[in-house]
């Protein structure tokens, strides 16, 4: 990801964004400290989710399952606060039941 990271190609511009402009300068150095010390989830993290859900039976599997570092769990709980409450809005909560189980 650092590595493909583009610039504006008109640098000015970024003036326009006042003190914000600096912090576009560090995303890509934080992105990537966020990941040194060693809070990267590993990639069998992914595989044992993905088992531990396809092991559990239809109908009470999760929407989300929260797998990595540091605030996860919170942001799959606002995700899914704002999901539901957009699918209320429109009349959409049956989209969030789960299918019954067929023999």
Known sequence: MASN?????????????????AQF??????????FADGAA???KAVIDAVMTVLALPTGTRPLRIPIGPR???????????AQTAMLERLGLTGLLQRPAQTP
């Open 71 to 81: 605030g996860v769990e919170e942001i799959n709980r606002a995700s899914a606060q």
């Open 41 to 43: 989830p590993a990639p």
């Open 25 to 34: 300068d560090q995303v890509i150095p934080n992105f990537l400290a966020f």
């Open 5 to 21: 990271s583009r610039s504006p190609s008109e640098a000015d511009r970024s003036a326009g964004y006042g003190p914000v402009a």
